[in-house]
Each structure stands twice: as C-alpha cells, then as structure tokens.
C-alpha cells in the first residue's frame, strides 16, 4: 500500500479543525499546528450558527443535539421604547464558540494536534511544501492549509499587501445571564432575535445557550452586539491601553479603559430603549470589536490553500465566519477526493470558494452600509449607506442565500 498524502494544517481552531477531521477521513496523514499553547476554548461570545456548520459536524461523527443552539422563532424590530414594531417568523440560532470548538477539539487525536507551533514560513518546490516554525522545526508535506485567521502568517508571506479592511464602526458585544437580566427583559426578549435601530446605529440581541449549552429556560443567555459608526481616531484611542499600547483591531477586556466603558454605558441611556439599556448596564465585562471585512484575491499559491478567516472575513452581519470555514474544509477535500492530481483540485477549490466568500462579503457590506455612510459627508454616500428600511434588513439579515436554518430532526436518527 502506498503511503497517504500528507498534509500540514496551520491553526487548530474551527477552520482548521474542520479540515483535518475531513481529511483524515479522507485517508489522508494530516496534522494540526497551533500557535496557542493552551485552549482556545475562552475565546467570543455569541454566535450565530448555520445548518451547513452542523451538518459538517454531523459528517465528522460528533452528535449533534438540540442543546447546540438556542432557536428563537422570530425575528422582530424593537422600537426606542422597547415595544415591537415589526414581527416576521424568521428563526435565529444562537450558538456560543465553546459549543462548536470542544467537541471538534476533543474529537480530533491529541498526537496530530501540536500546540506551541508558530508558523513563521513556508517553502515550497514543485510537488512539496514545507512549513518553518519558530522553534527553527521543519516539516514537508503534500499540501498546506493555511488555516490561521485573519492575520494569517501564510497569507502575508504570498501576499503582504492585503489585510483586513476598516468599515467604520465598531460592535460592542456583551453576554448576560437570563437570570440576572431584567425582568421586562425575561418577559419580552428571549424568543426573539431583536432588531434596534437607534440613529445611524444598530442593535442585535438574542438568547443562546447557557452554561454546559443549557437551552432550559431559565438558564440561557442573552447577547447583544451594538455596532456604533466611529471615527480612526477615536478606534484608536479605544483600542489603546491605560500603558498608551495599541491592540489593534480588538482589544483584551481587561486592558479595556474604563472612560470608554462609562461613555458606552451612557450612551445606552439615551440611544436604546429603556430595556436594552437597562440589559447593557448590567452585563459585567462588555467586549469591544472595530468592525472589519477582509478578501484575498487569491486562494492557493502552489500546495498551499487558504481556508476560512485567512481568505475571507465577513462582517458580523452574516453570522457566518464558522460556517463558511467549515464550507471551505468541507469544498477543499470533496475537491481533492474527486481527482489524484492535487493541483486541479486545489484549482476548483479556489474558483468554488471564491465566488462563496465573495458573495458573503458582499452581503455584509450591504448589510453594514448605512452604519458605514454614517461617518461620511451625505455627498459622498451612496446606495444602502443613504437611507435604512429596517423591516427589509431584517428581512435580509444573515446569509439567507448562502446559509441555512437548522432543522435538528435531521441528527435525531
Ligand atoms: C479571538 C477571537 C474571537 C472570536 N469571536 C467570535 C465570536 O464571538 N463570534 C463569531 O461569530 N466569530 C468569532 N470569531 C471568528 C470565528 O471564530 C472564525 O470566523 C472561525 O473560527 C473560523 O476561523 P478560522 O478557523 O479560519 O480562524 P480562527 O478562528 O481565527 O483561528 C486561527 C487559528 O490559527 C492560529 N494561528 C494564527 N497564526 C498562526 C501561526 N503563525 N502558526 C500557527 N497557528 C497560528 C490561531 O492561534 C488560531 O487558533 C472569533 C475569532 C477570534 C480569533
């Protein structure tokens, strides 16, 4: 028997996890390099998740249940005195990362998933990639898969110029427990996804699992994420430590400064309904995200493909940055599977999931245009960034077209 085809994945996280699940169903020898050297199990907030995230699970061999996400049945405008002024039964899918991650995470063989790797290069030759690590270790493989997020080291070594683009607002997100939210809240809010629509901002909440995915009411959890037109100077200001350090695009919440946390607070006073507001003032650590979106033009440069976060970043809007990377992995190997020539199928991957990740990015632009026009002269807007219709955004919210509900019968059998 021959020996089976070796792959390197760079980034032990959903994308990457995904991958090397599928592979190695595949037949393949694939093995996991994390930078982390602990768990990556603390990581977000909410999140909204996808049949097609589901689904990709279901085909790894995790069992999949009810308790992976919270459904609400309907997705509703809350005017500025908390009120509902628009009702559609659309449902929602409220998810959280240790959900997803741990069970990938503890299905997939410790051996083959090395932390405290950073990738710092790669090399090919014609039919041969090899990944160079900080610790000056060398290994060769088949293919590389460059599963290493939005920041992605590979992709900046093939293309140093593209990086994640500024849209000109930034999200605070926040996470309560269903017990300490306030009681109009608990009698109002959990069945739905909530749509505020403040001036020139925008609010999202809902409810999603609880601790250990309890689903039970009672013991869910209720996000928001409040996306809030704001200036470079002022990002970079909040993204800056008390030591005058700059964080970048997030920034660790206890680095936080306070001001910015008691202005946010303030500001819920007066611009979200008394219920939200009252639901912001008591979530205990807000975390703080500059809203970006990122397209490489290219997918795979030799034996070497990008999956998930490093080739494409949506914006929060679609709800997709775990489904789309698990349809990467998902679109890499059933394009590997239907050929032995690895460079045609990595060519049919790139076409495949280009036009995906574009599509989606564009949807989220769309989405995210008028919070974005808000910054610029009302001469220079144009399309969705000059007027909002909210009852068809919330019509439009998500990747309708690209992702779907998620129907649990289907894992019950
Ligand atoms: C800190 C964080 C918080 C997030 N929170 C949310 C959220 O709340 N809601 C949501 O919808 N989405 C969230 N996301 C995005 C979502 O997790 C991703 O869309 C999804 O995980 C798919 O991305 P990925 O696997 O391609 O990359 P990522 O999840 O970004 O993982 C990339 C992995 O590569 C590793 N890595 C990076 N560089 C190297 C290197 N040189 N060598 C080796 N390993 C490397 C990183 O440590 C990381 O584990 C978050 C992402 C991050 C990083």
Same mark, same amino acid.
């Given at each position: 028997m021959s020996k089976?085809r070796?792959?390197?994945?760079?980034?032990?996280?959903?994308?990457?996890?995904?991958?090397?699940?599928?592979l190695?169903?595949?037949g393949w %020898?694939a093995?996991? =390099?994390? &930078?982390?050297?602990?768990?990556?199990?603390?990581?977000?907030?909410?999140?909204g998740i996808?049949s097609?995230?589901?689904?990709?699970m279901?085909?790894?061999g $995790?069992?999949?249940?009810?308790?992976?996400a919270?459904?609400?049945?309907?997705s509703?405008?809350l005017?500025?005195?908390?009120?509902?002024?628009f %009702?559609?039964p659309?449902?929602?899918?409220?998810?959280a990362? @240790?959900i997803i991650?741990?069970?990938?995470r503890?299905?997939?063989?410790?051996d083959?998933? &090395?932390?405290?790797m950073n990738?710092?290069q790669?090399e090919?030759?014609?039919?041969?990639?090899?990944?160079i690590? #900080?610790?000056?270790? &060398?290994?060769?493989?088949d293919l590389?898969?460059? #599963?290493?997020?939005?920041?992605?080291t590979v992709?900046?070594?093939?293309?140093?110029?593209? #990086?994640p683009?500024?849209?000109?607002y930034?999200?605070?997100?926040g996470l309560i427990?269903e017990k300490?939210?306030p009681?109009?809240?608990?009698a109002?809010?959990?069945?739905?996804c909530?749509f505020?629509?403040?001036e020139?901002e925008?609010?999202?909440?809902?409810?999603?699992p609880?601790?250990n995915?309890?689903t039970?009411?009672?013991?869910?959890r209720y996000y928001?994420?409040w996306?809030r037109?704001?200036d470079?100077?002022? *990002?970079?200001?909040m993204?800056?430590?008390? +030591?005058?350090?700059?964080h970048?695009?997030s920034?660790?919440?206890p680095?936080?400064?306070?001001?910015?946390?008691a202005?946010?607070?303030a500001? @819920?006073?007066t611009n979200? +309904?008394?219920?939200?507001?009252?639901?912001?003032? &008591?979530?205990? *650590?807000p975390?703080? *995200?500059?809203?970006?979106?990122m397209?490489a033009?290219q997918l795979? =440069?030799?034996r070497?493909a990008?999956?998930g976060d490093?080739?494409?970043?949506?914006?929060p809007?679609?709800?997709?940055g775990?489904s789309?990377?698990?349809l990467?992995?998902v679109?890499?190997?059933?394009a590997?599977a239907e050929?032995d020539?690895?460079?045609t199928?990595l060519?049919?991957?790139?076409?495949?999931?280009?036009a =995906?990740?574009?599509a989606?990015?564009g949807?989220?632009r769309?989405?995210?245009a008028y919070l974005e026009?808000?910054?610029?002269?009302? +001469?220079e807007? +144009?399309g #969705?960034?000059?007027?909002?219709d909210?009852?068809?955004? $919330?019509?439009d919210?998500?990747a309708p077209?690209?992702?779907h509900?998620?129907?649990?019968t289907?894992f019950e059998?």
């Amino acid at each position: 028997m021959s020996k089976p085809r070796r792959a390197l994945i760079i980034g032990g996280s959903i994308g990457g996890l995904c991958a090397a699940h599928l592979l190695r169903q595949a037949g393949w %020898d694939a093995t996991i =390099f994390e &930078r982390s050297a602990g768990d990556l199990a603390d990581r977000g907030a909410g999140l909204g998740i996808s049949s097609e995230l589901l689904e990709t699970m279901h085909r790894i061999g $995790i069992k999949i249940d009810r308790t992976f996400a919270f459904k609400g049945t309907r997705s509703v405008w809350l005017d500025q005195k908390g009120d509902v002024a628009f %009702d559609i039964p659309r449902a929602s899918n409220g998810s959280a990362w @240790a959900i997803i991650y741990l069970p990938l995470r503890a299905a997939f063989p410790s051996d083959r998933y &090395r932390t405290g790797m950073n990738l710092t290069q790669v090399e090919q030759s014609t039919d041969k990639v090899t990944a160079i690590f #900080a610790d000056g270790s &060398r290994e060769e493989a088949d293919l590389l898969i460059a #599963a290493d997020g939005v920041f992605s080291t590979v992709r900046r070594q093939f293309m140093p110029d593209v #990086a994640p683009r500024p849209a000109g607002y930034i999200a605070w997100r926040g996470l309560i427990d269903e017990k300490d939210m306030p009681p109009a809240g608990q009698a109002t809010l959990l069945d739905y996804c909530a749509f505020s629509f403040p001036e020139g901002e925008m609010v999202v909440s809902l409810a999603v699992p609880g601790l250990n995915n309890d689903t039970r009411p009672g013991h869910r959890r209720y996000y928001f994420i409040w996306y809030r037109p704001t200036d470079a100077e002022t *990002q970079k200001a909040m993204f800056t430590d008390a +030591s005058g350090k700059h964080h970048g695009l997030s920034i660790p919440p206890p680095l936080m400064r306070p001001e910015f946390i008691a202005e946010m607070k303030a500001a @819920a006073v007066t611009n979200l +309904s008394p219920v939200l507001a009252d639901i912001v003032q &008591r979530v205990p *650590q807000p975390l703080l *995200q500059a809203i970006t979106d990122m397209e490489a033009p290219q997918l795979v =440069f030799g034996r070497v493909a990008l999956l998930g976060d490093s080739a494409f970043v949506a914006r929060p809007h679609v709800a997709a940055g775990t489904s789309k990377a698990a349809l990467d992995a998902v679109g890499l190997v059933e394009a590997l599977a239907e050929t032995d020539d690895i460079d045609t199928a990595l060519l049919r991957y790139e076409r495949e999931r280009q036009a =995906f990740g574009r599509a989606l990015i564009g949807h989220s632009r769309y989405l995210g245009a008028y919070l974005e026009g808000q910054l610029k002269p009302e +001469s220079e807007r +144009s399309g #969705a960034e000059l007027t909002r219709d909210p009852c068809q955004l $919330i019509r439009d919210y998500g990747a309708p077209r690209q992702l779907h509900d998620i129907d649990f019968t289907r894992f019950e059998t």
